[in-house]
């Protein structure tokens, strides 16, 4: 592809991720088998909000995975790369589908986390392949902090978000550890703060919007 094609499917790409218009997916969400529960206001409204924050996070490895595979060194770790962003299309697709029920929207910061992300990804890449696998096994991590908080603070009711999220925990899991097999670097606990506040500013943010 020409360097105009490539910028245009990345934008292309961006915009499906950030606006949450990803369409088909692979899997059926693990909602799609739970009978709906009633849930009160405030429940639905708790319910959409911590949506909305997974749903941002997955906005954010969407453009990790790519900022990633465009700087990538070797081919073998782009085309890894690419691979998990398909499979990640799964997570977004199920939390705007979730989203949706509870009434909602997604978060309208996306597209600023989103090129946010793209270009830490980018930096991430061009650091070399040790690293960059580092990078995703270190974020792994930082989801699957985020999707254990939120598992436990969803309301008892709200059964169906909660069968997405224990979904996407295993599989961000098996992310993580493909990763690091694969020859990614366990990155230093200094660095895993750094990331740890960012992703708290994130989750605080799109929660309300
Ligand atoms: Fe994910
Ligand atoms: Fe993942």
Same mark, same amino acid.
């Given at each position: 592809?020409?360097?105009?094609?490539?910028?245009?499917?990345?934008?292309?790409?961006?915009?499906?991720?950030?606006?949450?218009?990803?369409?088909? /997916?692979?899997? !059926? %969400?693990?909602?799609?088998?739970?009978? +709906?529960?009633?849930? @009160? *206001?405030?429940?639905?409204?708790?319910?959409?909000?911590?949506?909305?924050?997974?749903?941002?996070?997955?906005?954010?490895?969407?453009?990790?995975?790519?900022?990633?595979?465009?700087?990538?060194?070797?081919?073998?770790?782009?085309?890894?790369?690419?691979?998990?962003?398909?499979?990640? /299309?799964?997570? !977004? %697709?199920?939390?705007?589908?979730?989203? +949706?029920?509870?009434? @909602? *929207?997604?978060?309208?910061?996306?597209?600023?986390?989103?090129?946010?992300?793209?270009?830490?990804?980018?930096?991430?890449?061009?650091?070399?392949?040790?690293?960059?696998?580092?990078?995703?096994?270190?974020?792994?991590?930082?989801?699957?902090?985020?999707?254990?908080?939120?598992?436990?603070?969803?309301?008892?009711?709200?059964?169906?978000?909660?069968?997405?999220?224990?979904?996407?925990?295993?599989?961000?899991?098996?992310?993580?550890?493909?990763?690091?097999?694969?020859?990614?670097?366990?990155?230093?606990?200094?660095?895993?703060?750094?990331?740890?506040?960012?992703?708290?500013?994130?989750?605080?943010?799109?929660?309300?919007?």
């Amino acid at each position: 592809m020409s360097i105009i094609d490539q910028v245009i499917v990345e934008f292309d790409k961006a915009l499906r991720t950030s606006s949450g218009t990803v369409g088909q /997916t692979r899997r !059926l %969400s693990p909602a799609s088998s739970i009978a +709906d529960s009633e849930l @009160s *206001n405030i429940e639905q409204k708790k319910s959409a909000g911590l949506m909305r924050v997974n749903h941002c996070g997955e906005v954010c490895a969407q453009a990790l995975y790519q900022g990633q595979a465009l700087t990538a060194k070797s081919t073998r770790v782009e085309k890894q790369l690419q691979a998990a962003a398909d499979e990640e /299309t799964d997570h !977004l %697709s199920w939390c705007e589908g979730r989203i +949706d029920e509870l009434g @909602s *929207n997604v978060s309208v910061l996306n597209p600023i986390w989103y090129v946010s992300s793209f270009a830490l990804g980018a930096l991430a890449g061009s650091l070399g392949d040790r690293i960059n696998l580092g990078f995703v096994a270190a974020t792994e991590e930082q989801v699957c902090k985020h999707l254990e908080e939120h598992i436990e603070a969803l309301p008892d009711a709200d059964k169906k978000s909660r069968a997405v999220l224990l979904q996407m925990q295993q599989d961000e899991l098996r992310h993580k550890q493909s990763a690091l097999d694969a020859g990614g670097q366990d990155f230093p606990s200094p660095v895993k703060a750094v990331m740890t506040g960012i992703s708290t500013l994130m989750t605080k943010t799109s929660y309300w919007v």
